[in-house]
């Protein structure tokens, strides 16, 4: 049906299902159709030429922004947190806590930078940065077709909607709901807005965010991308959901979180850092019946 679902990084456990959601979803029209993704590490790449690239936090965290203490200590974070983030064999509830503890340090760490809001231009355009090969086509082909674009991310939404400004793609269609940063009257950095979004609580975000999916109530076809198990509540604030595509990127620690992803995601990306098939099925979503 859709060629490249054969490529060699294509992992399902139901092909079979896979094929009926899709078609139920292109029977239905674009009109039906919303988009929700992830972003670090979904929209962005996870590496490029085998070294990793920054996530929206870690774009502030390498910057001339941050201070060489405040870049150690934000390093030591990331060492001890992330591989709890993407440990298969903890349960999520004994994660979330140590989510929260992780984003409030270094929420609280970069405040104590005092960073200015008018850096963070040069900062996105001075970092390793890349959206995902193909991400032109994903982002413009969704605006051409009037699909909306969720992009639902645990990272820093003034960094993300910088990164993806700066790509040329922040067009009309593209919603953000992120941990956006709340400046003082010089423009310094003096908190984060509103409840903190970490990994594992995107399901409280999305109904935090009621007011977004209210105005997508006619759109119950739903596109979910994600590259974390916790992406896969992101879709729970959708009105009378009723198909759901789910495709997840699995980008690091391949062989023992392999059965988790097959098992979440109707179809797994491995160690793809492109867009080719999320953009293969969205040329048949929108394609004539
Ligand atoms: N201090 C931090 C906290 C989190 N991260 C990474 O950000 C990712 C979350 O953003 P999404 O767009 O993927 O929701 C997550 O994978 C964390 O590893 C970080 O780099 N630094
Ligand atoms: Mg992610």
């Not at 929206?56 to 990331?78: A, F, P, T, V």
């Not at 929260?100 to 270094?106: I, N």
């Not at 739903?222 to 699995?250: C, P, Q």
Request: hydrophobic share 40%; proline share 4%; aromatic share 6%.
């Amino acid at each position: 049906m859709i060629p490249e679902l054969s490529n060699p990084s294509v992992c399902m456990s139901d092909p079979q299902r896979v094929e009926e959601i899709i078609e139920a979803i292109q029977k239905a029209g674009p009109n039906t159709l919303q988009v929700i993704s992830d972003f670090d590490m979904t929209l962005t790449r996870f590496a490029y030429n085998g070294k990793r690239c920054p996530t929206c936090h870690n774009i502030l965290d390498n910057s001339k922004l941050i201070s060489e203490e405040g870049k150690s200590q934000l390093k030591e974070l990331l060492h001890t947190y992330y591989p709890i983030e993407i440990d298969t064999n903890r349960p999520v509830e004994e994660k979330q806590p140590l989510m929260v503890e992780w984003w409030t340090k270094a929420h609280e760490l970069l405040v104590q930078e005092h960073i200015k809001k008018d850096l963070l231009q040069e900062a996105v355009r001075e970092s390793d940065a890349m959206l995902r090969e193909g991400y032109q086509l994903f982002f413009d082909h969704l605006q051409e077709h009037s699909v909306p674009l969720l992009i639902f991310s645990a990272g820093i939404g003034d960094v993300l909607e910088e990164v993806i400004r700066q790509a040329g793609v922040f067009h009309p269609n593209v919603n953000v709901i992120s941990n956006y940063m709340d400046f003082d009257e010089t423009g310094t950095l003096k908190a984060f807005k509103g409840e903190l979004i970490h990994i594992y609580n995107k399901r409280e975000g999305a109904l935090l965010n009621t007011g977004h999916f209210q105005e997508l109530k006619s759109r119950h076809n739903v596109l979910l991308l994600g590259d974390s198990l916790g992406d896969l509540t992101m879709a729970d604030g959708v009105h009378s959901m009723e198909n759901i595509l789910k495709i997840g990127f699995l980008n690091d620690k391949v062989e023992e979180r392999m059965s988790c992803y097959v098992n979440a995601y109707d179809i797994v990306l491995v160690k793809d850092e492109t867009m080719v098939v999320p953009n293969a099925i969205l040329h048949h979503l929108t394609s004539a019946k």
